[in-house]
């Protein structure tokens, strides 16, 4: 599946809030596979290869905290945490290698989503150090519907000239998009790596920058095939009331 086509393939990993206030007991994160703007579906996810969480200059492994759960019939995973102090906690997961046979490739979407602890507000554009990664030029929280979102694209911590992304919304249900070319929003960075977008509805929304990996992984088979390499990052936009 390349740029623009419908349905594009997401790894979610979806907060129940990116404002952490201590009004709830803990965090609850959801990682899922699947097609967010056509509400699947979701593909099978296995355990994930790394799974973590970064504040400062402090990075934790989360790997043993996944809980297996199932979506839609399909294996996906969800996880709880309790930041102890004020600060940015940027949560981050390297799944397994999916073979996706319609595309002849494996796929690999490293995923991130940035939670702010007790109105911190600093700190959100550190990098976690993916292979793939958008760095965010707009904080990513406290966005208003209609807000512009900029971020650049790295590889291996440098910009990608006009890399191309994918944009989802996560569709609660309420929207029936018209036709192919709006589902997935396809939009291209310029030399230096720098993409903007307007978030139209409220919600969370995914951008996926997608590359083609400098190595081949063996398919089921064992002849050895390409590899996508994606660079995830979850924003959500708020209604003003």
Avoid: C
């Amino acid at each position: 599946m390349t740029a623009g086509d419908a349905s594009a393939h997401f790894q979610e990993i979806l907060p129940s809030t990116d404002r952490y206030g201590g009004e709830q007991e803990a965090l609850s994160l959801a990682l899922v596979f699947t097609h967010p703007m056509d509400r699947g579906p979701t593909m099978e996810m296995t355990r994930p290869t790394r799974f973590g969480v970064k504040s400062g200059s402090v990075e934790t492994d989360l790997l043993g905290s996944l809980v297996e759960t199932s979506v839609d019939g399909k294996q996906a995973w969800s996880a709880s945490y309790t930041p102890a102090e004020p600060g940015n906690y940027i949560f981050f997961v390297e799944p397994a290698p999916y073979w996706e046979p319609a595309e002849g490739k494996s796929i690999i979407h490293y995923s991130k989503v940035i939670v702010d602890a007790y109105d911190w507000g600093d700190g959100w554009a550190e990098p976690v150090g993916l292979p793939v990664e958008i760095e965010p030029l707009v904080r990513p929280y406290g966005l208003w519907t209609g807000n512009l979102f900029s971020g650049v694209v790295r590889q291996d911590g440098a910009p990608v000239p006009f890399a191309e992304i994918e944009v989802e919304w996560v569709n609660d249900g309420s929207v029936t998009p018209p036709g192919d070319a709006f589902v997935t929003q396809v939009i291209k960075a310029d030399g230096n790596g720098v993409f903007h977008y307007a978030l139209p509805r409220a919600g969370w929304w995914g951008f996926a920058a997608l590359v083609e990996a400098d190595y081949q992984l063996p398919d089921p088979s064992g002849a050895m095939q390409p590899v996508e390499l994606g660079g995830l990052i979850w924003v959500n936009a708020v209604d003003m009331q």
